[in-house]
């Protein structure tokens, strides 16, 4: 007996299973990301030294370079999906790439930001404030390569299977779009939090 | 039930009120343990297989655990906004004037508490951790004019009967847990943090102080001991230790 | 469990029909089969759970006798003969007895290395160090290794899926990779023990600044952690997806049986309560590493040393971040029970369930709440009174629900026609036992009664209460309940009933007198058990008690265990419907065929759960998917 509602959606609740799942587990990544901006918060609060100063060491125009490439992925991710739905399978394979690429240069980029920190000796250790600004970055990062592994396996290898089952396929894509996108939120989010504020 | 709950004595003026808040939860406890019991019984000998064969589809129309359901709540509400809440209040909210009350310093240390009095001038010295020695366990800086007579002991609190005592506690490494079990007094010991506790002993003698936060492996002889005296008693004793400085 | 018997047979026949028959390894160790996913997660979990009772043993020695020298062949033989009793069973074939034989022999392996261990036992004498070891192993296994794993990953994956007329899992993957990441999880803790300091010894709680500072254990353990909590996540995702979306024909959530019903707040507990905890992993794996200071303010001195940390953290934190999962997680702890529980008493009352919906409505409630009550288990970390006033209610409200769930469930019997056989005896206990625990919850949710009780022997008490004669009762009920689905046998009702007896007796020797001591003030946590202490030496002679109880319930657990393992063999063969049940998962046949889905035709349903003894029906049950 074949599981229901792989691909096609059921009727009474308006979703397929792949799709209430990645949505739960999103619901799960909030949770983990809310608990670490909320001891942001709780540090913050408690801390004696000034954060808005502390912060100055890092590198804004970096990290808005980076903010803008992981939002070109995020695009190209739509439109990696929207090449699916309209049936481009060419178009698709240009788009995924071209996420992969913003990711890896987004990790590239991450990259050279931490290298610069430790070339001036500021770690984890050195106070609070970095301690959870490698911290939520390296989750974050963490994340990225996630979705890095995730994305390559569709453009290369997974994407066999729009020769045998392109909807659900294109389903697939959708899903590790969602996924994507939230990574990316979760930048936006950190990128005024902890450069700028 | 008092003597049935086998607490231990009370020792200090808020404590009745404790215990009181403890008895009441228990006769709740025991009402409705006892209640349900008696019905749960009755309804297992009542409607076991060989005397009632046939189950019945509908079973009990009675509405008496939605009333009871109630009854609960609003006994609860009872003790919380009658008795829990504003004994907390008084406990946390309503410290005396320093002025009126023992002041002291209990600084907890895996495994030992060390009492801090701030001596006849009644002010506190510095405390620095960089002069933490073992002769020094709190690192009083004797070179601060207000630590000259500061008396300092390990494991040993003395607090006069009668007058409200204040104690400010804080830990040197880990967090441990101020107990007083004859006080009906509790406060962790937290690192970083120093916190009040306020209570007025009543009862004379000797009792102890416990850790009940695990803290490592000398947590369970982490005991400390209080002793309640008279006023000249207790000053007589400071005097005592001020001579030994 | 009847795979063994199944694979033997169905080996020979391999070559002869079907070519692309699953090999061994897919069919019972990587397979996807929610069914024997479902028994791998029972069989390790109890396995777990042995194992923390054996080392809670191993502490009663100490409470007992403080100072006295340990006997430890008196602890590993009755393991070790049994490991090999169990192995001999089934002889020298594969099958699930030669797993469970051979890891009863590992366990008594592993106790016999720490029980030579000079580290552990100079002169054979307990050192405080192993003691606390010993107490943060025995939480975290009890908790995250055993009953969680079997509550939800054993019951909630076997009975489940059975019960909604689902194929399978919604994500047979995951479910398999969950399975083997919580397995992970587990041999993670277990290599703890080889570590240089040993085990994690911070307690389950790990509050830091101690647990920052303590030996290499507290590292594995926190790695640990991180497998068990993305072992929960994956689960859980796929036990909401399942629910939401395979229910069968006709299945509206209201016809859910209420089992199904627990484990569907449990799972979204879970999902929600963890990350967060997970991230405090993070934080603490952090401070340990990198070197941070999250959970540390500066200017510590630990034996005489200031620390070099730079501080500006605060160990609240860590609290707080801790206990949002862990009081959910109380909660994760009882609800499957409960779930298993209706089942067991609307079937052997012969009646429905009184009062169904409010039993959702109440699960749905207490689901909610307990999100945000944490703090009840803070109130003496120095916590102002408009705080402590919203947690202390909160406190109360939750109790409500369940008070409103026990009260259906004892109600339920009014009416019916009560069978005692062993599932319907453990069910029947846990009430009383659920509500001594619950109810000895209440002095502990308002703050000031909470600051004579706070970390006192009553608290443990109180959650063995709900835990042991609680949640460990209902699991053996579901045990003896479910055994003729995966099986096709009973266990055996003599030996059943001996085993049941047995430990509800000992059961309340145990932990009543725990709440006495704690009464009197007695610390928890104590490695000599409250011996130095005056105000303890009252209640002292209970300790004794107490342990003796503990070994002589071991004992009857040995009922248990024979009874299992040869019951898979030898119990007595039953029908598809052992129990003449109304819910789906009596419909599929018994041990479904593996890999070919659950059921021979789709189910459809046609009504509610618990429709026993309906006026004008000719047998006194009738199923959910019977037709009008
Ligand atoms: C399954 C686990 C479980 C459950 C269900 C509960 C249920 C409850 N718990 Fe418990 N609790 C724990 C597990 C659990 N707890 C654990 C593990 C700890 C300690 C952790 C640690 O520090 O290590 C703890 C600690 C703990 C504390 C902290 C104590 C302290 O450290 O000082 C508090 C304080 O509020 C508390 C309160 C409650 C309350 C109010 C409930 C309520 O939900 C209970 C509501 C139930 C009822 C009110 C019962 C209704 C009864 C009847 C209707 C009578 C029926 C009678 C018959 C059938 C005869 N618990
Ligand atoms: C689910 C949770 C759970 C369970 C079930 C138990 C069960 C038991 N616990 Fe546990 N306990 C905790 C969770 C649990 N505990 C926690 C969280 C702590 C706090 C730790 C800390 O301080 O950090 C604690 C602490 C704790 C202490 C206090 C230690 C201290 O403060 O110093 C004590 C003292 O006696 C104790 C005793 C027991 C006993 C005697 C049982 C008995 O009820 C055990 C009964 C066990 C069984 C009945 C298992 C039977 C299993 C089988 C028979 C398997 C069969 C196998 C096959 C068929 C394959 N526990
Ligand atoms: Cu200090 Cu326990
Ligand atoms: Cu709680």
Redesign the pocket.
Known sequence: MEIPYTIETREDTGVNNAKLGIWLFLASEVMLFGALFTTYILLRIGSADDWSQLNDILNVPLATLNTVVLISSSVTMVMSWASLMMKDFKKYKLYMGLTILCSFGFLIIKYFEYSAKFEHHLYPSTNTFLAIYFTMTALHGLHVIGGIIVNTYFWGPGSKMWNTQPERFTNRIEIAGLYWHFVDLVWIFLFPVLYLL | MEQFLGLPPEGSAHAHEIDQLIVLLHWLMFALFIGWGIFYTYVLIRFRKAKNPTADYTGSKSHMSSYLEIVVAVVEIVLLIGFSIPLWANRVNQFPPEKDALVVHVVAEQFAWNVHYPGKDGKFGKRDINLVDSDNPLGIDRNDPDAVDDIATINQLNLPLNKPAIIYISSKDVIHSFKLPVMRINQDAIPGQVIPVWFTPTLAGDSEIACAQ?CGLGHYRMRGYMTIQTMEEFTAWLDEQAASL | MQPNTKSVAQHHDVHQSEHHELSFWRKYVFSTDHKIIGIQYG?TA??F??L??MF??I??WQ?AYPGAAFPMYFFIAPIALMGVVVLFITGIKPSVNTV?GL??VAMAALIWYLGSSDENFPDGIMLPEF?NQM??M???I??FL??VPLAVGAFGNYVMPLQIGAPDMAFPKLNMMSYWVYFMGGVTMLISFFVPGGAANS???SYPPLSNIATTGQTIWLLGMVFLISSSLLGSVNFIVTIVQLRAKGLSFMRLPFFVWAQFVTSFLLLLAFPPLEAAGVLQLMDRLAGTSFFMPSGLVVSGQILPNTGGGTPLLWQHLFWFLAHPEVYV?ILPAMGIISEIIANNTRKPLWGYKSLVYAAIFLGFMSFIVWAHHMFMTGMGSTISAFFQTTTMIISIPSVIILSALIISLWGGSIRFNTPMLFALAFLPMFGIGGLTGLPLGLSSSDIHLHDT?YV?GH??YV???G??FAL?AG?YFWFPKATGRKMNETLGKIHFWG?FVC?NF??FP?LIQGLAGVS????D?GEQYAHAQSVLYLNEV??VA?WV??LF?IF??VN??RSIKKGEKVSDNAWEATTLDWSATTSPPLAHGNFDTVPEVHRGPYEYSVPGQKNDFTPQHQKA
């Open positions: 695990l | 069989i109890l396995m759970l042995l923390g009772f809670m043993m502490m009663r409470l469970a890891s009863l003691y107490g943060a025995h939480g975290t009890m908790v055993g009953v307690g389950w709680t702890l022997y443990i959650f063995h835990v042991a004669p949640t460990i053996f045990i430990s059961m145990i932990f725990m928890r946590r104590l490695y058990g107490m342990s503990a319930m071991a657990q248990f265990i299992f393992f």
